[in-house]
């Protein structure tokens, strides 16, 4: 039986991209979060405006620590474009978290006040503080792998719940913002830019890449499973 390494050592020789390969990490993952109850009840419509609510407050939350993790991964990349990529992201999270969220923040019933007072969750922490923690002290490339599913995880939500969309007028806006031609073209620049990276990548960093990618997939579920629950802090 082969190890882990030896897996991903043979997927690194064979014909798949580094992000391809990197999908393989959180492929299963991915497969659960397309069944999960939250993202059958934003297209059925039978989602709970309150476990939305949530949603959108801790969305609120994670995005300033995504810009901050991205601010991380720009600082660390060497080639310029993916320097100026990155630093644009950061800033456009910052930018999504006021726009989408103060029209859904709206529409919801809900003002930016509430939003500080709710505070972040236990997974909205979690989630972030294991970002921060990779792009603050891993390589270039394990912060990638850590940022890159809630780059492809959430286009490929998108793309999927588009074919759908919801009943619900504010959830078919939250799906049409992730699954528009506008973010695949984010995605896709951020692929290219991690399919850059695989060849200049040793054995064990090639590793550590591939459990970041499978954490932060995971991640990804949890946090719409703690939305679809309603999680707050036990104590
Ligand atoms: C939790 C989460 N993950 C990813 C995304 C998309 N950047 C998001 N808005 N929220």
Known sequence: MSTKAETIASHSTAVLSFSQQLWESGAATYAEILRHPFLTGLTDGTLSKDAFRYFVIQDS?????YARALSLVSARATDPEAVALFAGHASDAIAVEKELHVSLLHGLGLTAAAVDAAGSG???????????????????????AAVLPCYWVYRDVGRELLTRSSPDPLYAQWIASYGSPEFDAVVESVLAVTDGLGSDIGPSERVR????????????????DAAYQQLSWPI
């Open 122 to 144: 236990p997974t909205t922490t979690a989630y972030a503080s294991y970002l921060l923690g990779v792009c603050a002290t891993g390589t270039y490339a394990e912060a990638l």
């Open 61 to 65: 939350h994670y995005l300033r620590a």
């Open 209 to 224: 890449c591939h459990e970041h990618f499978a954490v932060t997939t995971r991640y990804e579920w949890m946090f719409w």
